[in-house]
Structures are given as C-alpha cells and as structure tokens.
C-alpha cells in the first residue's frame, strides 16, 4: 500500500515542476514599467434619451514605456468635485506606440440628476472657473491582462461672453 502512495508522489512531480516553470514564464511576460499617463482631452455633446445627458469623452492615453500598450476595450467612471458623475465603456480596439499617445472616444452617460446636483454646486458666479475631476478606468488587454488608471484635474468651465455696454442711442 505504501509503494502504491511513493508511486503517485513521483508521477505528480513532474506535473508540479511543469507547473512552477509555466507560472515563473507568466510572471516574466507581465509588462514591468512606469504608468500609464491618462488625461481628459475633451468632451463632445452626443444626442441624450431620457433622463439621460450623453457625452463623448476623449482620453490621451500616453505610454512612457518601451513596449507597445494593445488594448481591447475601455470602461471609466468620471468624478467631478469628489462626487460620481459619468460612466461609459467602448469597445475600442487598438494600441499605444511605444513612446507614444493615443486619443480614445468613450461615450459616457450622465443622469440629469446627477447633472443637476454638479450644477448647482459649481454655479457661484466666478468668471473662468475650474472643476476638479478624478478619472479611475481600465484598459482591457489581451489574455486576461487589463491595464488599471487613475487621473486628476481641472476641467475650465466656458465663461460667459461679455458684450461691451453701449450708449443708448438719442
């Protein structure tokens, strides 16, 4: 009986040291670098439904790495002073070059709600003023890798057009 145990040990090493060299191979092809560098470029209108505001989001994604970042697929959720505001996903498919930048369109949704709140909280009266925003999402990748981010900033609010005041006419 115990010749039998010694046999299945023995059988199961060679699957054990199979299995260390196949992890130790995966860990070495994970990509090692600095991150991601991702900003809001612009934001574009799109037609809304509902209750619903839509907007596209662009990102510039810059890759200060020597190896090309090939991504399948994009989600995001934009905070706009500390509170959720929009999320959206694409399925956009391509790559950043090594030492390179890329723009990618993500169409986000906005509740009217949501809008609302941000509204009323930003509106004081100041001329020119800037909204700070967190931006946390995720580069899909291939096989199973997906490529986390995180970015802040500030977004300048369009000031109003000032006409010159002008004399009423006698």
């Known amino acids: 009986m115990e010749r039998a145990c010694v046999m299945s040990k023995s059988s199961l090493r060679p699957f054990l040291v199979a299995l260390i060299v196949w992890m130790l191979g995966a860990c070495a092809s994970l990509q090692v670098g600095d991150p991601v560098r991702v900003t809001v470029a612009g934001l574009e209108a799109l037609p ?3 209750l619903e505001v839509r907007m596209m989001v662009k990102l510039r994604i810059q890759n ?3 190896a090309p970042i090939e991504y399948d697929g994009v989600s995001l959720q934009l905070d706009v002073m500390e509170r959720p505001f929009a999320t959206g996903v694409s399925a956009a498919r391509g790559s950043v070059p090594r030492f390179g930048e890329a723009i990618i369109d993500v169409p986000v949704t906005v509740s009217v709600l949501s809008l609302a709140r941000q ?6 009266g100041k001329p020119g003023q800037k909204i700070a925003y967190e931006l946390n999402g995720k580069l899909n990748g291939p096989a199973f890798r997906a490529l986390r981010f995180q970015s802040q900033g500030e977004l300048g609010l369009p000031s109003a057009a000032t006409k010159p ?3 009423p006419v006698p």
């Open 165 to 167: 005041s002008t004399p």
């Open 64 to 66: 200060p790495n020597d």
């Open 48 to 50: 809304g439904q509902g």
């Open 119 to 124: 509204v009323f909280g930003i509106v004081d």
